[in-house]
């Protein structure tokens, strides 16, 4: 594999998540927040956004399907008393709406990637040429 190839590949990925991240942006800022206007302040979505950020996308995942019942029942209870969260702070939103978009896109392309191993950016080197053919006519049948 030719690291050429490999860093155009990445840097692809790298931007598809970048686009993700400044649309995730832009789709909060102009339709999502305004919804939410008269809700409380900055101060929550920053301490979560920064928890977060050093737990990683993996513990934060794993600790979100933990919870989700308690925090789904927090949330409609929320929504019943009308006590919307509201981002007044341009710089925190688009900060914790570009990390969003950026590393749930990045984390789809980068397994996606993965699923191909002959063919995508993450190659695989050194297979034997019959696993090779033996693996394409498994896929025409």
């Known amino acids: 594999m030719k690291l050429k190839d490999a860093w155009r590949g990445l840097a692809i990925m790298l931007l598809i998540g970048i686009a993700a991240g400044v649309l995730n942006v832009m789709l909060f800022t102009f339709v999502m927040n305004p919804l939410t206007t008269g809700?409380?302040?900055?101060?929550?979505?920053?301490?979560?956004?920064?928890?977060?950020?050093?737990?990683?996308w993996v513990f934060f995942s794993a600790w979100f399907l933990a919870r989700a019942d308690?925090?789904?029942?927090?949330?409609?209870?929320?929504?019943?008393?009308?006590?919307?969260?509201?981002?007044?702070?341009?710089?925190?939103?688009?900060?914790?709406?570009f990390g969003v978009g950026f590393l749930v896109v990045t984390t789809a392309l980068v397994l996606w990637d993965l699923d191909d191993p002959l063919a995508g950016v993450i190659k695989v080197s050194g297979i034997p040429e019959e696993w090779v053919r033996e693996l394409h006519q498994k896929q025409q049948r």
């Open 39 to 56: 809700g409380k302040a900055d101060e929550i979505a920053v301490n979560t956004y920064v928890v977060d950020f050093f737990v990683g």
């Open 70 to 97: 308690e925090e789904l029942k927090k949330v409609e209870e929320a929504v019943h008393k009308a006590d919307l969260l509201h981002i007044e702070s341009l710089l925190v939103s688009s900060e914790i709406q």
